[in-house]
């Protein structure tokens, strides 16, 4: 899946450079190493480009990157988050290039895995965004969705999302409309941010010539009374973070009315109101959310081209769930293999060092009479632990 915290990773990875270059990977390579894709490869591709940091893509990069891939594309170095990602046989895919000096790091986002969207989606429930209830039946499914016997590594777990201010500066444009441009407004869930929305959003920026697009997001509670079952599959915090990401989208207002209206159109001076091809499903009291600005005359609809929903991308997972969680078992159970072996390597190696540290007081102790504990005692207290 693409997710905000592969946005957040890329706006790291942004910010210790000048360029950005993105290798996508194919569904094949995807399959080989950790199981089936959500996203179709050419979905990935141009939801990748779509992220506002990125500079250019590379499809079909190789799984494991190399030193030649590095220089083909003249980088200078790469970088991945600070969780692990491992070959069909258990390998570092970044050996190569971190032994060379040419890998950075960049800090793994808490609180969103794509373990845990689909999760999610498997579980008919609310309990994913009702805070009063997520410490029981959610948290008890969420954490044993697809672990391995006996495991639990420290990338794969399920834990909550909390949303801080800085995490909204650091993804926000922080830009005001200017004079001339052409402020657009568009309302929706935006839920499991897909190629249907980026698609959509593409098509309403390039309405304008200077386009200025606000994303307005429904509440959690608002988006289940329209689209019902366990949906939002993510909840509004995180589904801010996914628009905001995205270069087409210039603001969000975070908990939008349902009803565009009068108020909310003359606070941003709003010019044109966006909605795409799907049902406009009525307010509550049965009144067309968007009569204000058809009233006005600045209403358009939206065609896309794309036929990818939310609904569809839920299909997809349960129709594959058994491959679903076959593959977050073997990846799990992968990097606990990983873990453990490094975990060994590591004590190999202190010991090694300890010993080697020692060796000069084993020298000295052959100049010690063993009947004198006085002399015994006066030795660096390492020392007196080897000697006994």
Known sequence: MVHYGHSNQLRQARAMGDYLIVGVHTDEEISKHKGPPVFTQEERYKMVQAIKWVDEVVPAAPYVTTLETLDKYSCDFCVHGNDI????????????VKQAGRYRECQRTQGVSTTD??????????????????????REYADSFGKCPGGRNPWTGVSQFLQTSQKIIQFASGKEPQPGETVIYVAGAFDLFHIGHVDFLEKVHGLAERPYVIAGLHFDQEVNHYKGKNYPIMNLHERTLSVLACRYVSEVVIGAPYAVTAELLDHFKVDLVCHGKTEIVPDKDGSDPYQEPKRRGIFCQIDSGSDLTTDLIVQRIIKNRLEYEARNQKKEAKELAFLEARRRQEGTDHAASRVGSLVPWAWLLGTVPPTSRASLAALPTDCSRFCI
């Open 117 to 138: 969207l689909v999760g999610r989606m498997l579980l008919v429930t609310k309990a994913h965004h009702s805070g009063h209830e997520i410490s029981s039946e959610y």
């Open 85 to 96: 990602t491992l070959t069909v046989d258990g390998r570092d895919t970044y050996e190569e």
